[in-house]
């Protein structure tokens, strides 16, 4: 996760602009990147990152449950064993 976060600052023109964009601070945002990004705000960073990161990536492991819509769209990662089960 850390290194989306990264990623997407770097698309964004630095962390600066990644915080303004999430109306978030500097520092708010770096620590997401121990403790995850909120829900709320992973559609904001990939806007602000022009899509060189994806909800998806933000949130690897509960991205199908949260952004059901998503499942089966060119450049979407493969579910989880454990969700293609319950598909």
């Known amino acids: 996760m850390s290194t989306a976060l990264i990623k997407a600052a770097d698309a964004a023109g630095g962390m600066t602009r990644l915080a303004e964009a999430c109306g978030e601070s500097v520092q708010t945002v770096s620590n997401w ?7 709320g705000h ?8 022009k899509r060189a990161v994806m ?9 199908h449950r949260i952004w059901p819509e998503l499942i089966g769209i060119e450049g979407a990662p493969e579910l989880p064993e454990t969700a293609k089960a319950c598909v």
Do not use: S
Request: with cysteine.
């Open 33 to 39: 990147r121990k403790r995850g990004v909120p829900i």
């Open 42 to 49: 992973c559609a904001a960073i990939e806007t602000a990152a």
């Open 55 to 63: 909800r998806w990536d933000l949130r690897p492991e509960d991205w």
